[in-house]
């Protein structure tokens, strides 16, 4: 038994809901990249520990996230999700209306930087932001990220190592790269306090 088996074994963070959203983004044949159960149970208690009204997320996919994040906000709290993908953003909602949270969350479908240009025109505020999308363009996504933000924001990047890659120092790839790029940034701007997990 591996430390992943282990920590399952203890607390069982995956209920039926969200073992239905796996399920049918794999019957869909969608990419099998939601976070894993136990970041999903960490994003619901960092949602309600820290107060957060207003969640946007960049990534939507299936849902999983996105159910995960709606359980940690109170009754009068909202979700926005970023989506590229048509379908998918439609599966998503689909999966947020069945957890019971169609009210609370909205979607934006096209490119996520279009899209968080927009919200910052509008003068979109948020208290928490989860990004989980292509890893290119996490450094542009912190930017608009940070005009987006209420005082006290809290920041959650998915894959930040990339499975280890980004600890290869002759690993040029893009994602990589843009990962590289967003770590530094995070861990050098006087306006955050950083930790990778």
């Keep these: 038994m591996n430390r992943e088996e282990f920590a399952a074994s203890v607390v069982n963070c995956e209920d039926d809901v969200l073992l239905a959203i796996r399920q049918g983004i794999e019957a ?3 990419p099998p990249i939601s976070v894993a159960p136990e970041l999903g149970r960490l994003l619901t ?4 520990s820290s107060g957060a009204k207003r969640i946007l997320e ?7 996230s996105g159910v995960c994040l709606a359980r940690g906000l109170g009754p009068d709290g909202t979700l926005t999700s970023l989506e590229l993908n048509p379908e ?9 209306a069945v957890a019971g949270f169609a009210e609370q969350v909205s979607y934006r479908v096209g490119a996520a930087l279009s899209s968080l240009d927009a919200l910052v025109a509008e003068g979109a505020r948020f208290d928490f932001v989860f990004i989980d999308a292509d890893k290119p363009n996490y450094p542009h996504y912190l930017d608009r990220v940070l005009r987006l933000a209420n005082p006290g924001m809290l920041i959650c990047a998915d894959n930040v190592l990339l499975g280890d890659r980004i600890l290869l120092p002759d690993n040029q790839d893009d994602s990589v790269v843009g990962m590289r790029a967003f770590l530094s940034l995070m861990s050098h701007d006087p306006r955050l306090e950083s930790v990778v997990l």
């Design 28 to 30: 869909n044949k969608m």
């Design 45 to 48: 208690i960092l949602v309600r």
């Design 58 to 64: 960049i990534g939507a996919l299936g849902g999983y």
């Design 88 to 96: 998918f953003a439609q599966f998503a909602k689909s999966n947020l």
